[in-house]
Each structure stands twice: as structure tokens, then as C-alpha cells.
């Protein structure tokens, strides 16, 4: 009201507000300048700032801290915007395949926020597909993998992160350092079923530690009873130890529950060589 009202009188009128109601002061065809301006160009200076019980009675320093505290909060939203950009075109990018976009998004909501697991679990994940993916970049991904998944780690403890930092060091052939991190999820909760999976088949996809292999792996199945991944593990397993018989029942399972998996047809292919029963 006081700026209609200045304007009636014949003053011309200028203003600078943080949220600017820009109906109004289009509407009544006030400029908005900056502060310093206006302070150079004004004659007289009315300030305005809402009275309630949190401003009634404001000291110079209570308004200080005031303005620092919107400032603050300004630069908290606005970050929380980028973050949530860059971290959702990351998810829409690895969503639809795409790695080399999904490693970008995640990287960049990481340098906005470094203080995010999940921003450092998301890019590890992608890393991880994109070695999958392409072989040309195949270890340099891993190598990435491997240190962002430390990273979320550091953040926090996750057994999932755990899993998948051992599954990339086992991709790196690095297999002690793999059980160990295996191993440590185990000693966290005996039942995990992924930890227990992932043991026992690399285990025996190495050929080692069988009889322990086939436990873990049974044990998997008794917190999941009919996943076909680990139908296929403890085959697997079965086929190492020469349990041909108990193997195909295995494998049988598993492709029931994954029709369409090369890896688990080709281990149903090996057990039928060994019985004899492909040429």
C-alpha cells in the first residue's frame, strides 16, 4: 500500500525484495533493482519486512541472522534441486541401459553431494553394468566400481554394498580379497541369502571348498526357497561334486523358474555330457 500510495503522489517508485511479488509490482509498473542501486537512486527508503512473533521487535544483529538464515536456505534448495536433477537423470538413463548416461548423472549428483551412499552405491551399480556391457572398458569400470563401493561403504555399512563390492572383486579375479568381503557380511548375519549364494557359487565355479559350497548355497534356499538363481548355484555345485543325479534335479528347477538363462542351460548341458546323454 505504501508504494500505491507514493505513486499517487507523484514520486516515482523502485523496489528490491528477495521473493518479489511480481503481479503486483507489474500490475502498479514498479521496476525491481537491486539493492545497491536502489540505495544509490532513492531519495527516500521505506523497508518492510513482515511483523510476526518472530520479527516483532528486531534487533539490527536478529535481522542479520534472519537474512543469513534465508540465505542459507535458499542455497540448501537450491542444491537439493541439482542433486535430485543429476541423480534422477542418472536413474532414467540406467533404467533404459544406457551406462555411459547413468555414470555421468550419478557422477555429477556425487560432486553436488559427496555425502550420499546412495548416489555412490547408484554409480558403482553402473560402473558395474557398463563393464558387463562393454568390454573395452571392461576393467577400467571395475576399477571404478570397486573404489565408489568403498566409498558408499564408508558412508554406510550395507550388505548389499558388501555383495556387490565382493562380486566386483571376484570379476577382478581377486577372490581372497572376494571371500573376505563376502565373509563379512556373513559374520553380520549368518542368513543373508545373496552372501550365501554368491560364496557358494563362486566357490564352485572355482572348483574349491565344494562340500561348503553345496551348505551355503542350500542354506540360500532355505531363506528363498524357489529362487531360480540359486537352484542353479547349488546345481552347480552338484555337478562339481559329481552328484550328476541331484544336479539335474537342480538345474531342472532352476529353468523352470528362468526359462530363457544361457548360463544355467549350459550347466544342464555339462551334467547330461558327464550322464551320457549328449553326443
Known sequence: ????????LGMKVIAHEKFPDR????????PLVELDDLLAQSDFVSLHCPLNDATRGMSAEEKAKLEKANKENAAAMAKNKALNDAFNAGKTAAAAGQWDGAVDGFTKASEVDPNQHVVWGNLADSYASRAKANATTKDADLTKAAETYQKAIAIKEDPAYHNNFAL????????DEAEKEFRRVLERNPNNAAALNYLGYMFADRNVKLAEAEKMIMKALEQEPGNGAYLD???WAQYRLGKYTEAEASLKQA???????????????????????LK
Do not use: W
Open 255 to 277: 529353468t523352470e523358474k528362468v526359462p530363457r538363462d544361457s548360463t544355467i542351460q549350459d550347466h544342464l548341458g555339462d551334467v547330461y555330457l558327464k550322464m551320457g546323454r
Open 233 to 235: 548355484s547349488l546345481g
Open 1 to 8: 500500500s505504501t508504494a500505491v500510495r507514493c505513486a499517487a
Open 23 to 30: 503481479e503486483f509490482v507489474a500490475k502498479h509498473n514498479i
Open 168 to 175: 566386483v572383486l571376484a570379476n577382478q579375479k581377486k577372490f
